[in-house]
C-alpha cells in the first residue's frame, strides 16, 4: 500500500546544532552525553552528536596514530595521516562542518566565541592526547581553541565543555529562555547573586529588596550587585566591557564611601590609647 501525504509519516527536524567528535576514545564521553539537559537536548533531536576515530584511518597492522617527534624529545605526537583522513570521511559521509582544533594554544572560550559558534550548524572538534598534534593538523581546521591556560591529557574534556556551552543557549534546551540570558559574561559582566527560601539560614537572610514586589527596584539591584562583584573579583572584564553611566554612578558612590571609611580609620588609628 502505497502512503499518501496524509497518513505519512512527517520526517524529524534537523538538530540545531551537530557535533562531530574526533577523538581516539569515541566512548569517552558517553555517560555524560546521555545526563542531565544536555541528554535530554540530545533525545529530542535538538543536538546530535557523532564520533569518528581517527585510529579507524590509521595504516599499517597496529593501526598506530603517533610517533617520536622529529628532532627528539618526550612523549609521542599525533600524525596528521588519520587525523586528516577522519575529518575527509565524516565531511563525505555528513556533510561540512566548522573544524575546531582543541589545543592550550588556541583562542579562549569566552561566552562571545560560544555565541558566535551557537549559530553554526555542523562543529568537528578535534580532541589530541599525548604530546599533541603534528603541526599539520592545524592547516585543516578552521579555527584553535583553548578552554583555558592548563594543560589536559586530552581534549575530550574540553570538547565537553564547547559543547555544553553551546547547547545551553540554543531554543528549547533550558528550561527558561531567559536563564541563558542572564548567566554570568553573557554582558560582560558576574551574575547577581541568588537566593532561595528558607528565607534565613544560620544568620544569613535574604536580602530584603528581593522580598518588595518592586521589579523595577530589583532588576536595579541585581545589576547593582552583578557591577560590584564584577568590580571586585574579575576587574579584567571591565576593560573589555566598560561601565556604563549607571555603573559609572554606583563606582563614586562607593569610591565615596570607601574615602569616608578610611578617613575614620585613620583617624581611629591616631586616637590614644589608655590603659584601663
Not at 589536559?152 to 570538547?159: M, Q, V
Not at 558612590?253 to 584601663?276: F, K, M
Request: with cysteine.
Amino acid at each position: 500500500m502505497t502512503a499518501t501525504p496524509d497518513d505519512a509519516t512527517p520526517s524529524s527536524p534537523s538538530p540545531l546544532v551537530t557535533f562531530e567528535l574526533v577523538t581516539l576514545f569515541p566512548d569517552l564521553l558517553d555517560g555524560y552525553l546521555r545526563a542531565s539537559l544536555l541528554g535530554k537536548a540530545i533525545g529530542a533531536g535538538i543536538v546530535a552528536v557523532e564520533r569518528t576515530n581517527p585510529r579507524d584511518f590509521a595504516p599499517g597492522r597496529h593501526r598506530s596514530v603517533d610517533d617520536t617527534p622529529c628532532g627528539g624529545g618526550p612523549g609521542m605526537v599525533i600524525s596528521p595521516v588519520p587525523v586528516v583522513a577522519a575529518l575527509e570521511d565524516l565531511t563525505a559521509r555528513r556533510g561540512p562542518a566548522h573544524k575546531i582544533l582543541l589545543t592550550p594554544r588556541g583562542r579562549l572560550l569566552d561566552q562571545g566565541q560560544v555565541r558566535r559558534l551557537s549559530a553554526l550548524p555542523r562543529i568537528a572538534l578535534v580532541c589530541g592526547r599525548y604530546e599533541g598534534f603534528d603541526e599539520r593538523v592545524a592547516s585543516f581546521c578552521d579555527e584553535e581553541l583553548s578552554i583555558g591556560d592548563y594543560v589536559l591529557s586530552g581534549g575530550e574534556l574540553a570538547a565537553a565543555v564547547v559543547i555544553e556551552s553551546i547547547a545551553r543557549l540554543l531554543p528549547g534546551v533550558l528550561g527558561c529562555g531567559l536563564s541563558a540570558a542572564e548567566d554570568s559574561f553573557s554582558a560582560g559582566r558576574l551574575e547577581h547573586p541568588q537566593w532561595t527560601r528558607p528565607l534565613e539560614f544560620r544568620g544569613h537572610r535574604v536580602p530584603d529588596i528581593l522580598l518588595s514586589g518592586d521589579h523595577a527596584a530589583i532588576a536595579r539591584w541585581r545589576r547593582r550587585e552583578a557591577y560590584r562583584r564584577t568590580a571586585a573579583v574579575r576587574p579584567d572584564l571591565l576593560s573589555l566591557h566598560p561601565p556604563t553611566e549607571e555603573e559609572r554612578v554606583w563606582a563614586e558612590e562607593w569610591a565615596r564611601e570607601r574615602g569616608g571609611q578610611d578617613q575614620n580609620d585613620a583617624l581611629s588609628a591616631q586616637e590614644p590609647r589608655t590603659r584601663p
